[in-house]
């Protein structure tokens, strides 16, 4: 086969893949590739560098997963992820920064998510204090 036809084909398996067979894009990727290797002739040399590519993005960026999975059970352990989605919902239901250009909106709305707000603890979800109720 051609190198065209095979990327057309691999391209419209890959839109198959997620669109009607709602497989995750990651996994509809790597069988693809195989895919692509198994039609190009060189099955095991495109296994093989899927592995070595997959290895070197872990081992580069294993350290930054590692950090933001702990920060986000962190978060989540102290309950500050309802504060968090609420301030997030909260922001991007006004209109206030559709009236600025691009880069002013985005400082106007990190200036609003960073205000400092009391997170609510259990016995005040218990009490029903707060929006918690």
Same mark, same amino acid.
């Given at each position: ?57 872990? *081992? ?15 978060? /989540? ?8 989605? /609420? /301030? ?6 006004? %209109?206030? *920064?559709?009236? *600025?250009?691009?880069?002013?909106? %985005? ?15 259990? %016995? ?7 929006? *918690?109720?």
């Amino acid at each position: 086969m051609t190198p065209i036809l095979i990327f057309f084909l691999a391209l419209v398996l890959i839109l198959v893949l997620t669109t009607w067979f709602k497989i995750h894009p990651f996994l509809s990727l790597i069988t693809v590739s195989i895919f692509v290797g198994i039609l190009a002739g060189e099955p095991f040399e495109a296994l093989e560098s899927i592995l070595t590519g997959m290895g070197r993005v872990i *081992y580069h960026l294993g350290l930054i997963i590692v950090c933001g999975s702990i920060i986000g059970m962190t978060l /989540d352990g102290i309950g500050a992820t309802p504060v968090i989605a /609420d /301030d997030i919902i909260r922001i991007s239901n006004t %209109r206030s *920064y559709a009236r *600025y250009p691009n880069h002013i909106s %985005r400082l106007l709305v990190c200036r609003k998510v960073l205000q400092v707000r009391e997170i609510p603890n259990e %016995r005040s979800r218990k009490a029903g204090e707060g929006k *918690y109720k």
